[in-house]
């Protein structure tokens, strides 16, 4: 199969950076196709480690890089996330990133707005406050500034014009200062030659790349339960994360995502608020935040943790066609004497076998649980089926067994190489 997709099929933090690094080598060019820089991800290559929120992770190797339509794009946080990876030795130029010229940007009146509305906000969604939700809400308001309008400054001076119509009043009723047009028109013709060197149409370009026959790789950020459709709403993101959205973020079309990758962990875990129903408040979920050292990339906040979730994951399966999962994070259990996994929800004296669309049903369900031995011995750094212990290979088949789909590949620990290949995406 020509492409590929990685999504996360939990609420993110899955560990999709190192999958995504390890697939590099075997595409051509890496597509990121949704979300803003509210998403984390962590490269580890050798003794050096890079986090990126906004950049595709193939930069670090070299590869060909797309920011796709569907991406909301601060155009500073860009720049400063190209100086910094420079700054390691990853020097990042337009013939090694392409930024989809219809993709909207994220303004500094984005973030104000998204920062005020959870400081007022009674109820938390634990946004990260970077302005993603706020400059999507342009984007389908249809006032949105868009990459290619950099180029044209009777365009950014109507669509301000537009903005401070909107945002006004919006920002009068949560006591901010009325938006200075002049000085955002300054601060954008000020970015754009830095940003426009990198626009081009993106979905015209991929368009070419697959007829010559190259390999995309596709990379979501955070996961499929934060959909805004299909997650925890309104506990969720501001896009949708799961796999269909490949094709509408790139441009590509529907044929275009290819073989779905799940990332999953072997275990759960959540940042900010939200119905988590397997979620453990106790010395289990310490030892799964200490030793998976669950602590997000971009907000720096701890993960909350939780035993595996297979109604969820299950869920995740059929919501994005998944061909194959990715189980990172194995080697975290190691030393537990036990292990349980969520087979089943009760409310009252209902059953749910998926997670219902109510917020009131998501936050009083109770996990049904089916336990299993763990193992003693370590799994950390495991490359072959050989190197696991017996209990460890019961809990991955039981997992496939539970999620209907197969273990495709297994993360035994950050590092690139600790991984058993059970069957290599990019020729399934």
Avoid at 35 to 61: D, E, I
Avoid at 96 to 109: F, K, Q, R, S, T
Avoid at 110 to 133: M, S, V, Y
Avoid at 409 to 419: K, N, V, Y
Wanted: hydrophobic letters at 40%; proline letters at 5%; a neutral charge.
């Amino acid at each position: 199969m020509a492409n590929v997709t990685v999504i996360g099929a939990q609420w993110g933090d899955e560990g999709k950076g190192k999958l995504v690094d390890w697939l590099s080598n075997r595409a051509d060019v890496v597509v990121r196709f949704q979300g803003g820089h509210n998403a984390g991800h962590t490269l580890v290559v050798g003794n050096q480690v890079y986090k990126l929120s906004l950049l595709p992770s193939g930069v670090v190797q070299g590869k060909l890089s797309v920011i796709g339509n569907g991406v909301v794009v601060d155009p500073w946080h860009l720049l400063s996330e190209i100086e910094k990876l420079g700054g390691q030795g990853v020097a990042i130029g337009p013939d090694l990133l392409v930024v989809a010229d219809n993709a909207c940007l994220i303004l500094p009146l984005h973030k104000d707005l998204d920062q005020a509305r959870e400081a007022a906000a009674t109820q938390k969604i634990g946004t990260t406050g970077r302005g993603i939700g706020p400059a999507y809400e342009d984007k389908v308001g249809r006032r949105a500034i868009r990459v290619a309008d950099l180029a044209d400054r009777e365009a950014l001076e109507a669509k301000i014009d537009r903005l401070m119509a909107h945002h006004g009043p919006l920002r009068r009723g949560l006591g901010l200062p009325d938006i200075d047009g002049a000085a955002l028109l300054a601060e954008l013709e000020a970015v754009a030659p830095k940003i426009l060197p990198f626009a081009k149409p993106a979905w015209l370009l991929l368009d070419e790349l697959v007829k010559a026959g190259k390999r995309v790789l596709f990379e979501g950020a955070q996961g499929a339960l934060l959909d805004v459709d299909h997650g925890t709403y309104p506990f969720v993101t501001s896009s949708n994360t799961v796999a269909g959205q490949a094709a509408a973020g790139s441009g590509l079309g529907p044929k275009g995502p290819g073989y779905v990758l799940g990332i999953v962990k072997a275990y759960t875990t959540r940042v900010g608020e939200g119905p988590f129903p397997t979620e453990l408040d106790d010395e289990v979920g310490q030892h799964l935040g200490t030793v998976g050292k669950e602590v997000g990339t971009v907000t720096g906040r701890n993960r909350r943790c939780g035993w595996f979730d297979a109604v969820l994951v299950r869920q995740s399966v059929a919501l994005n066609g998944i061909s194959g999962i990715a189980l990172t994070k194995l080697d975290v259990l190691d030393g537990l004497a036990s292990l349980k996994i969520c087979t089943g929800y009760k409310l009252g004296d209902q059953a749910f076998t998926y997670l219902p669309a109510g917020l009131k049903a998501q936050s009083g369900l109770a996990p049904v649980y089916e336990e299993m031995a763990g193992w003693s011995e370590t799994t950390q750094g495991a490359r072959s089926w050989r190197d696991l212990p017996a209990n460890a290979v019961k809990y991955v088949r039981r997992i496939e067994e539970l999620i209907g789909a197969p273990v495709a590949l297994l993360g035994t620990s950050p590092q690139r190489a600790d991984m058993i290949v059970v069957r290599d995406p990019f020729q399934d």
